[in-house]
């Protein structure tokens, strides 16, 4: 009897079909990274997924906590990927404001490395603050 049969699918096919990563591979990587839990615990690749867990997903700087509402093994279209599970108000509200924060920061200095223009006057500005900090 197959896995869908029984009410229940592996975790690395429910994400990749609920659209949180783009590939099974990537679903792969971030639970034996640890990014995963389900109903409160570690769940590696092949945990059984089936509705009513409760799962926290990380994709830093992002939690997301979900209620899994319905299973499936296809991937399909976003708007229906969307009703596999229910986003907790407290999980949507705290992206938002990490959201709203990470927006109001000021862009970084250099994307990158710096290049030899940037260098040099990176260097040019430590020099004239060091000898100000002589004075």
């Known amino acids: ?6 009410g229940t699918v592996r975790l690395d096919k429910y994400l990749w079909a609920a ?3 783009k590939t099974r591979q990537l679903a792969i990587e971030a639970a034996n990274a640890g990014r995963i839990a389900v109903n409160g615990e570690r ?5 059984a ?3 009513g867990d409760v799962m926290l997903v990380r ?3 992002y939690e997301f906590t979900l209620v899994v509402k319905a299973i499936s093994e296809k991937r ?5 990927a969307r009703t596999l599970y229910e986003e907790s108000p407290e999980s949507v509200a705290a992206r938002e404001a990490l959201h709203a924060q990470l927006r109001d920061q000021p862009p970084p200095l250099f994307k990158g490395r710096p290049t030899k223009r ?3 006057t ?9 000898i100000d900090d002589d004075d």
């Not at 769940?43 to 945990?47: G, N």
């Not at 399909?76 to 229906?80: T, Y």
């Open 122 to 130: 990176l260097e040019q500005w430590a020099r004239a603050a060091s």
């Open 49 to 51: 997924i089936r509705p």
């Open 118 to 120: 940037d260098r040099r």
């Open 19 to 21: 659209r949180f990563y």
């Open 59 to 61: 994709k830093p700087p």
């Open 43 to 47: 769940a590696k690749p092949a945990k």
């Open 76 to 80: 399909g279209a976003a708007p229906i």
């Open 1 to 6: 009897m197959s896995d869908s049969a029984k």
